[in-house]
Structure formats: C-alpha cells, structure tokens
C-alpha cells in the first residue's frame, strides 16, 4: 500500500510536463569571455535558451566541452556593424552550455522549476558522450 501512495506524489523530474507548461524564470549572464571553452551552468533545468554573440569573432555554441573543441556545436556568427547577432529561442532543456571563440557572449534563458541534479545520470548533469554532442 505505501508503494502506491508513492507512486502518485512523483518529484519535479525531467519529464515533468508541468515545469515546462508554465512561463520560465528569468536568467542572464552578460558580457562572457569565451576566448578559451567556457560553461555557463544554470541553476534549474531550461526551457528556452538564447545565445547574443557582441564580440568580433563567431562563437560556437555546444552542450560538453569536447563538443565545442570538437565538431559538434553550432555557431552564431560575429554581428555586422550596428547589428544584434542571435540564435533563434532554443527549446531545450539543459543544465549548461559551452561557449567559444570570441570574447562578448550574451545568455538569456527561461528556466523551469527542476533542479539539475534531477537529470543527471551517470555520466553526469551533462549530455557530454551523447552522440552529436561530443
């Protein structure tokens, strides 16, 4: 009897469809030095994720290190003069990303309610060795 009482009261989890009904809560992180491979950990789960590139060089955009030192990223390419150089509102629900290549990165994202240690599995709250991620 106690394991169906359990069963009915499941924690926030990755797949937690309420978490991700709801608006996100604000999160930004300005002006990043992504010259060298750097991660910007978010404190819950994302629901959105949107990267501003104001430096003067592309910035590879990945979810592991090895993926932004390797080949699997994405770039925002450095703005023309006057512009604003953007990824499109990702939908994605990660616990970090990895930046680099120029020295002016912008990180905006909506956060839902699930911890990080929630999607964390053995190799950890990354998708780091995930094929297409590196």
Same mark, same amino acid.
């Given at each position: ?54 430096? +003067? /060089? ?5 979810? !592991? =290190?090895?993926?932004?030192? %390797?080949? &699997?990223?994405?770039? #925002? ?9 953007? +990824? /499109? ?5 990660? !616990? =970090?990303?990895?930046?680099? %290549?120029? &020295?002016?990165?912008? #990180? ?10 929630? /999607? ?5 709250? !990354?998708?780091?060795?995930?094929? %297409?991620?590196?």
């Amino acid at each position: 009897m106690s394991q169906f009482i359990k069963s009915y009261r499941a924690e926030v989890g990755i797949n937690h469809v309420p978490a991700y009904q709801v608006s996100g809560r604000p999160f930004a992180s300005g002006a990043i030095d992504a010259t060298n491979a750097v991660k910007v950990e978010f404190p819950y789960l994302t629901r959105w994720v949107q990267v501003f590139n104001n430096g +003067s /060089a592309d910035v590879k955009v990945g979810f !592991s =290190e090895n993926g932004v030192s %390797g080949s &699997n990223y994405f770039r #925002v390419p450095f703005p023309a003069a006057g512009d604003v150089a953007q +990824s /499109a509102r990702l939908e994605l629900k990660v !616990s =970090e990303l990895w930046l680099y %290549g120029t &020295n002016n990165v912008d #990180v905006v994202a909506g956060l839902t309610t699930v911890p990080v240690s929630r /999607a964390s599995g053995s190799i950890g709250p !990354s998708f780091s060795g995930s094929v %297409g991620v590196g």
